[in-house]
């Protein structure tokens, strides 16, 4: 199943950043979760942490089928990367994020591309063919490339005072060229799907756009690697202050001013332990899922 989200292109400011919101409004908090993976249910779980606290207003309402919805509240909502493989249930994610684009307003669901999207992009060039990513069709690639360039998934956002991105970056980034950058490896990719062309131009835009695509030279998340591969432990205590994911924890983990919110698969086998965070312009913060279905808001 590809993601299907809206024909329409969202306005570049909007894509951007926070600050592009209209400025009448009250500065909206911003939720984000990473690492899916197809884990549906546990989503779910995280999603519905800001219901099940007392101080917090819900980010999505379930209806009676259990679907989740656009709560209308002043919010944005970051799915941070690595929607699919793994889990049982790639293609309800993949429909969950495309209803919460469609029902929110512009601008107000942001998807950040993780390495398992890139793998979906250049399907071929890795040899991950028993995951989700490995057996899409060219249909869903094309999907993917518009979506990109529709502005609804992004190599980075910038938020209040951190920059989300899948895995993140040890050096300061202009957020608006890197997402230029990933536009432009989707377009070249588009063309070139379903022709002759396409296996090298697979791996052409990993080459040619390093910033964001590229992978390390002696291991695909090592230090040289891009916004979407590179591992949390090459992230300095000096580097810029981010949320990432990517890396996996069984709880949040802060070093310096990058936190990692990369925590549903390693708490899949406990009771607890799902993960959001919320950010405001005062403070950052995590909500966490705890074995007796109540939630604690703790700061990071």
Same mark, same amino acid.
């Given at each position: 199943?590809?993601?299907?989200?809206?024909?329409?292109?969202?306005?570049?400011?909007?894509?951007?950043?926070?600050?592009?919101?209209?400025?009448?409004?009250?500065?909206?908090?911003?939720?984000?979760?990473?690492?899916?993976?197809?884990?549906?249910?546990?989503?779910?779980?995280?999603?519905?942490?800001?219901?099940?606290?007392?101080?917090?207003?819900?980010?999505?309402?379930?209806?009676?089928?259990?679907?989740?919805?656009?709560?209308?509240?002043?919010?944005?909502?970051?799915?941070?990367?690595?929607?699919?493989?793994?889990?049982?249930?790639?293609?309800?994610?993949?429909?969950?994020?495309?209803?919460?684009?469609?029902?929110?307003?512009?601008?107000?669901?942001?998807?950040?591309?993780?390495?398992?999207?890139?793998?979906?992009?250049?399907?071929?060039?890795?040899?991950?063919?028993?995951?989700?990513?490995?057996?899409?069709?060219?249909?869903?690639?094309?999907?993917?490339?518009?979506?990109?360039?529709?502005?609804?998934?992004?190599?980075?956002?910038?938020?209040?005072?951190?920059?989300?991105?899948?895995?993140?970056?040890?050096?300061?980034? +202009?957020?608006? @060229? %890197?997402?230029?950058?990933?536009?432009? #490896?989707?377009? $070249?990719? =588009?063309?070139?799907?379903? &022709?002759? +062309?396409?296996? @090298? %131009?697979?791996?052409?835009?990993?080459? #040619?756009?390093? $910033?964001? =695509?590229?992978?390390?030279? &002696?291991?695909?998340?090592?230090?040289?690697?891009?916004?979407?591969?590179?591992?949390?432990?090459?992230?300095?205590?000096?580097?810029?202050?981010?949320?990432?994911?990517?890396?996996?924890?069984?709880?949040?983990?802060?070093?310096?001013?990058?936190?990692?919110?990369?925590?549903?698969?390693?708490?899949?086998?406990?009771?607890?332990?799902?993960?959001?965070?919320?950010?405001?312009?005062?403070?950052?913060?995590?909500?966490?899922?705890?074995?007796?279905?109540?939630?604690?808001?703790?700061?990071?």
């Amino acid at each position: 199943m590809p993601l299907h989200v809206p024909d329409t292109e969202l306005d570049p400011s909007l894509r951007d950043e926070v600050d592009a919101l209209p400025a009448d409004e009250t500065p909206p908090a911003i939720i984000s979760i990473s690492d899916i993976h197809g884990y549906l249910d546990a989503a779910r779980s995280a999603l519905l942490t800001l219901t099940d606290h007392p101080e917090t207003e819900p980010v999505v309402v379930a209806d009676e089928d259990g679907r989740l919805h656009w709560a209308d509240e002043n919010y944005v909502l970051v799915f941070n990367g690595d929607l699919v493989d793994r889990g049982p249930a790639n293609d309800e994610v993949l429909a969950l994020v495309a209803r919460l684009i469609e029902e929110a307003p512009p601008g107000r669901v942001r998807v950040t591309l993780g390495n398992h999207e890139a793998l979906m992009l250049s399907r071929d060039q890795f040899s991950f063919d028993n995951w989700f990513s490995g057996q899409v069709d060219d249909e869903a690639r094309r999907r993917l490339c518009e979506a990109i360039i529709a502005g609804h998934v992004v190599a980075a956002y910038r938020g209040h005072n951190v920059t989300y991105a899948h895995a993140g970056s040890d050096e300061s980034y +202009d957020v608006s @060229a %890197v997402n230029e950058s990933l536009v432009s #490896a989707a377009e $070249e990719l =588009l063309a070139a799907i379903g &022709t002759d +062309d396409d296996l @090298a %131009v697979q791996g052409r835009i990993i080459e #040619a756009y390093p $910033e964001v =695509l590229g992978v390390g030279a &002696t291991h695909l998340k090592g230090p040289d690697a891009g916004l979407i591969w590179v591992d949390f432990e090459h992230l300095s205590t000096d580097a810029p202050p981010q949320v990432v994911g990517h890396t996996r924890h069984d709880e949040p983990r802060t070093n310096g001013a990058v936190h990692c919110q990369n925590v549903i698969r390693e708490t899949l086998d406990s009771r607890g332990g799902e993960t959001v965070f919320v950010e405001t312009p005062e403070a950052i913060s995590a909500l966490i899922r705890q074995p007796d279905g109540g939630v604690e808001q703790r700061p990071l």
